[in-house]
T-cell receptor, first 114, second 114 residues
Framework: DAGVIQSPRHEVTEMGQEVTLRCKPI?????LFWYRQTMMRGLELLIY????????DSGMPEDRFSAKMPNASFSTLKIQPSEPRDSAVYFC????????????FGQGTRLTVV | GQSLEQPSEVTAVEGAIVQINCTYQ??????LSWYQQHDGGAPTFLSY????GLEETGRFSSFLSRSDSYGYLLLQELQMKDSASYFC???????????????FGIGTKLQVIP
């Protein structure tokens, strides 16, 4: 398996624009996590899914943020409209509850909102 | 809710031993993980403790005391390449459904000097 795949790796957008981040988890994993990393707040859990169902979205900062997982191999995190304070690195991670305690991270998307 | 505390920065000499402590407050605790992240990279899994005691993996060891809500990562024979950020993370479950999430601390930036 190629691991968790995120796209794009870098995104620069203007304030007010819609941004969509994409994630392909490792095949067979039943958990998918979206994290945001900044210097000030570290790695924040935004939302996580189990078997494609959102379980806890209490970390999503505002209604401008939304996440979907239409199937087991794809998830999106959308920010609409984007603001400069959304600038961060966004990580997607997946894990398999049954036999592994490790969360596997993608390489992240570095988002810059100007 | 949950919180994790770990030192923000640690400096140690090449060849020495360093211990990074982590205290946590959480409900539904399953276990404590440690992750390493180099600048510009993704977090990668180092170790996981579900039970009290010491787990050793090569130069790295991790310890957990559930009664004290405390753990640490021990790095021996430090090498320059160990300079990175180290995160403790709790795996915790919700009260219903058996779902588990992984929440990270703010991270400890380790600098290894010659």
């Amino acid at each position: 398996d190629a691991g968790v795949i995120q796209s794009p790796r870098h995104e620069v957008t203007e304030m007010g624009q819609e941004v969509t981040l994409r994630c392909k988890p490792i095949s067979g994993h039943d958990y998918l996590f979206w994290y945001r990393q900044t210097m000030m707040r570290g790695l924040e859990l935004l939302i996580y899914f189990n078997n494609n169902v959102p379980i806890d979205d209490s970390g999503m900062p505002e209604d401008r943020f939304s996440a979907k997982m239409p199937n087991a191999s794809f998830s999106t995190l959308k920010i609409q409209p984007s603001e400069p304070r959304d600038s961060a690195v966004y990580f997607c991670a997946s894990s398999f509850q049954g036999s592994s305690t490790e969360a596997f991270f993608g390489q992240g998307t570095r988002l810059t909102v100007v | 809710g949950q919180s994790l505390e770990q030192p923000s920065e640690v400096t140690a000499v090449e060849g020495a031993i360093v211990q990074i402590n982590c205290t946590y407050q959480t409900s539904g605790f399953y276990g404590l993980s440690w992750y390493q992240q180099h600048d510009g990279g993704a977090p990668t899994f180092l170790s996981y403790n579900a039970l009290d005691g010491l787990e050793e993996t090569g130069r790295f060891s991790s310890f957990l005391s559930r009664s004290d809500s405390y753990g640490y990562l021990l790095l021996q024979e430090l090498q320059m390449k160990d300079s990175a950020s180290y995160f403790c993370a709790v795996r915790e479950g919700l009260n219903s459904g058996g779902y588990q999430k992984v929440t990270f601390g703010i991270g400890t930036k380790l600098q290894v000097i010659p």
